[in-house]
């Protein structure tokens, strides 16, 4: 069964996509082409603090996803990734020190060096 949320700035049990951030993916999925596809976003064990995050886009909606919608952009987690990912925040930045998808997430215990997992 599939849920889907519109979120809103005082909802703080599911995550968020930032206005920028929603924009460069509608961007993205432009450039694809397809309509059909959605952000995933995942938690995979892995990296140096122990969990890392996996963003992609997907067309495929498995038995218990949850999706939240951010104006024309869905995001869809997995049931194991939801818990993780309650509160956490997604952002895109573009400086001349980085450029990419960040995500803040009042879940973490901590984060490597790199950025890239948490724990």
Not at 22 to 33: I, P, S
Not at 84 to 110: H, R
Request: aromatic share 6%.
């Amino acid at each position: 069964m599939m849920t889907t949320e519109t979120p809103t700035d005082s909802l703080t049990t599911s995550i968020r996509l930032t206005d920028v951030a929603a924009t460069k993916v509608a961007a993205l999925l432009a450039q694809e082409g397809r309509d059909d596809l959605m952000l995933r976003v995942a938690v995979q064990p892995g990296g140096c603090s122990g969990l890392r995050y996996q963003l992609y886009f997907d067309d495929r909606n498995q038995d218990g996803d949850v999706v939240h919608e951010f104006g024309t952009v869905k995001v869809i987690i997995d049931k194991m990734s939801d818990p993780y990912l309650m509160g956490a925040s997604i952002d895109f930045v573009d400086t001349i020190e980085k450029q990419g998808f960040t995500i803040d997430n009042p879940n973490a215990g901590g984060s490597c060096a790199c950025g890239d997992s948490f724990n």
